[in-house]
């Protein structure tokens, strides 16, 4: 799923697929039979396929998006298991602990401040309009959290400097990238001579648990309000880059 996909998304108030798992493949794709969420209950398997092939859901899903199409048959299929008296969710399931999320996360950002710096690239350019986003994976989601970077002094000065043995950045594709370590990366794109996008990524492991989510599927804006509330933003706010505004959540 692309950048501007996943916006479009939040925005619409879909449900997030990864918190209830739906692999990441059908996210994307109508409901189907492969597309039974992992943490349903999997006794109650009859209930979502006596879903799919009702001639009421037929006619309700005919030529509506497969967004809308997950909203009603999750409601339906929570609806149809309450109805029989048969638990929709996995009662058996390991529910992830946010804790060790957390102790991750604070690991990395630590991780991620001291190389930035160490190598001052803040202190020679001005940055703007930070934001962020939570990409969704099958075992996890990973933080991307951009700015703009500019008055760096030309390509050639920024080249040189990203390229210098103390800072390490290396070529791929149309953008520099900086690999800390197996999960986090930092990477540069120049806009024009003036001008350079700059992002990490932190790739997480695990899926976040959303309280309540056993009983009421959130939606992706819920989850991201979520981990920026009570995950990511205290830690950003706890480990911040020297040179930057207080205010800046980058």
Known sequence: MSLKQYITLANNQTFDLSI??????????????????????????????????SEGYKEKVNGMPAG???????????????DQAI????????????????????????????YIDEIGILKVVTIKSPYRVYMRRDTG????????????????????????????????????QKVL??????????????????WYEIRVGSPVYFPGSERKTPTIRQVDNFIDNTIWLPIVRSHRFKTLNKRSLF
Request: positive net charge.
């Open 141 to 176: 989601f990973v933080i991307q959290s951009y700015c703009d970077f500019s008055n760096f002094g030309g390509f050639d000065q920024l080249q040189k400097f990203l390229t210098h043995p103390k800072v390490g950045f290396t070529k791929v594709g149309l953008a520099w």
């Open 181 to 198: 370590d197996s999960t986090t990366r930092i990477h540069v794109k120049t806009v024009n001579s003036n001008r350079a996008i700059v």
């Open 20 to 53: 209830i798992g739906v692999p990441h493949q059908y996210h994307n794709k109508i409901p189907s039979i492969g597309g039974f969420p992992k943490n349903f209950n999997p006794d109650a398997r009859h209930v979502w396929l006596a879903i799919l092939a």
């Open 87 to 114: 638990s929709p969710f996995d009662n058996h399931l390991d529910r992830t602990d946010n804790s060790r999320i957390l102790s991750f996360l604070e690991l990395q950002r630590r991780k991620l401040v001291k």
């Open 68 to 82: 809308e199409r997950w909203t009603l048959i999750i409601q339906l299929f929570i609806k149809w298991c309450n």
